[in-house]
């Protein structure tokens, strides 16, 4: 294992592009052994160790970067799956109140004064409920009849 360190210690100064490359090299071998779980790590030159231990430093930097990235990230995504939601929320009560100011208006025309309880009905309606009294309000003789079977 030294023979084979100190080869590539020698290719690496050799190299023309050789401290980026002998950086990767170094990024690479720690990955691979960290990923590979190598215990214990094989004897590295002190040379390499250094480096090593320089590199060990870097990626735990990066895990903390990464990890605050993704929290930010998070919180972002939270913040904006919120507005999102509430902007939903807000266009579905928009339209009930619209659906529902329409129906009352009709109710009016059709059959005078609105009572209370078809307003308490109309308030406390889905939209499909109220689209179906809308169908039946075009029909119906009685006020009655917009809202039967619907207790």
Do not use: C
């Not at 990464?66 to 928009?94: F, I, W």
């Amino acid at each position: 294992m030294v023979g084979a360190v100190q080869d590539l210690q020698g290719w690496f100064a050799r190299h023309p592009a050789g401290p980026p490359v002998k950086q990767l090299f170094l990024d690479l071998l720690w990955a691979g052994l960290t990923r590979l779980k190598v215990d214990p790590l094989p004897e590295i030159p002190d040379e390499l160790k250094e480096d090593m231990v320089m590199l060990a430093a870097r990626m735990e930097q990066w895990a903390i970067e990464y990890e605050r990235k993704g929290r930010l990230e998070g919180r972002l995504e939270g913040k904006l799956e919120g507005r999102l939601e509430g902007r939903l929320e807000g266009k579905l009560e928009g339209r009930l109140e619209g659906v529902i100011e329409v129906l009352l208006d009709l109710i009016e025309a059709r059959f005078g004064v609105v009572p209370d309880w078809v307003q308490a009905r109309l308030a406390g309606a889905d939209l499909n409920t109220l689209k179906l009294w809308s169908k039946r309000l075009v029909v119906a003789n009685r006020l009655e009849q917009v809202f039967q079977n619907d207790a």
